[in-house]
């Protein structure tokens, strides 16, 4: 196993071009050892409200400690910064061992034909 040094290995995040099924999100990452921990419906404000919707997440972890987050649709950044074009959105933080984050970012990026890149917005913080 290779475990991380205790140095902060930042997050990275994917657009993804379709927006799959939360089943089947979670069965692929139930294939690799997570259990999702935490999900919230999505938010559809009021018209009035002024505030864009959120989508529904799912959020993820592993034995390791690492997290894996899925937007299940499109979404905006809420300091008006422009996001590119998606449908969906993936965000990874790695645990304790690299092995198993590098595992979950490969087959999650090779499944939905997605690259991931480094986090711009914390997903963490998405709830």
Request: proline residues 9%; charged residues 15%; glycine residues 8%.
């Amino acid at each position: 196993m290779e475990h991380m040094a205790h140095t902060e290995i930042q997050g990275q995040e994917a657009f993804c071009s379709i927006c799959p099924d939360p089943a089947e999100v979670t069965g692929v990452l139930q294939a690799l050892g997570f259990r999702l921990t935490f999900q919230m419906p999505a938010v559809i404000p009021a018209p009035y409200a002024q505030i864009a919707p959120l989508p529904a997440q799912f959020h993820y972890q592993d034995s390791w400690g690492t997290e894996v987050i899925y937007l299940h649709g499109r979404d905006t950044n809420p300091d008006g910064v422009p996001l590119p074009e998606h449908a969906s959105r993936f965000w990874a933080y790695p645990g304790s061992d690299m092995g198993a984050f590098r595992r979950a970012t490969h087959t999650l990026a090779t499944h939905w034909m997605f690259r991931w890149q480094h986090a711009l917005q914390a997903g963490r913080n998405a709830a």
